[in-house]
């Protein structure tokens, strides 16, 4: 199984390596490249419809200001696609990429995370994956208790 990220721009690559590190960090395939939907949208639409053929199970998308990269894909494409808008430099607080993004059209899905949420992005990918694998599906249990006890470590050395 294999993980594609995407996104708009090399500026994106900053937000996008957090998607990048968490993949890696669960040992999963990445194919990672720049696919913009407004400057080259042939590589766009091949990208898009022949994602699948290629063992991708699952794309991040990453895009600033007008972000119609993730919602191109999902357009396009069969896969599961996560969209991470990017507060960028021609970005109205962000706003105009979360709501790009967020409000897809019935029918043409794209999950949505956090303005910047590219470590999340990563980690709904390792879920999708581990919903079909039992071995990714315990490396994220042990992430997820680790994260609970961490929380718990912080709690009791402020009890102290």
Do not use: C
């Not at 294999?2 to 957090?18: F, H, L, N, R, T």
């Not at 706003?95 to 409000?103: E, G, K, N, Y």
């Not at 899905?109 to 999340?120: E, Q, R, S, Y």
């Not at 990563?122 to 315990?138: C, N």
């Amino acid at each position: 199984m294999k993980v594609a990220v995407i996104m708009g721009s090399i500026s994106d690559m900053p937000i996008m390596q957090e998607a990048i590190d968490i993949l890696k960090a669960f040992e999963i395939e990445i194919e990672v490249d720049i696919v913009s939907a407004h400057r080259t949208p042939e590589k766009l639409f091949d990208f898009s419809k022949n994602a699948h053929t290629r063992g991708i199970s699952v794309v991040i998308a990453g895009a600033g200001g007008a972000a119609h990269l993730p919602g191109m894909v999902a357009s396009m494409s069969p896969l599961p696609v996560i969209g991470v808008p990017i507060k960028s430099s021609n970005s109205i607080d962000g706003w105009d990429s979360v709501l790009s993004i967020l409000q897809m059209p019935g029918g043409v899905p794209v999950a949505t995370v956090a303005l910047n949420g590219a470590k999340n992005a990563g980690i709904l990918a390792v879920q999708i994956l581990g919903s079909h694998d039992r071995t990714i599906l315990e490396k994220i249990i042990k992430y997820k208790t680790g994260l609970k006890e961490a929380v718990i470590i912080a709690s009791e050395s402020l009890q102290k």
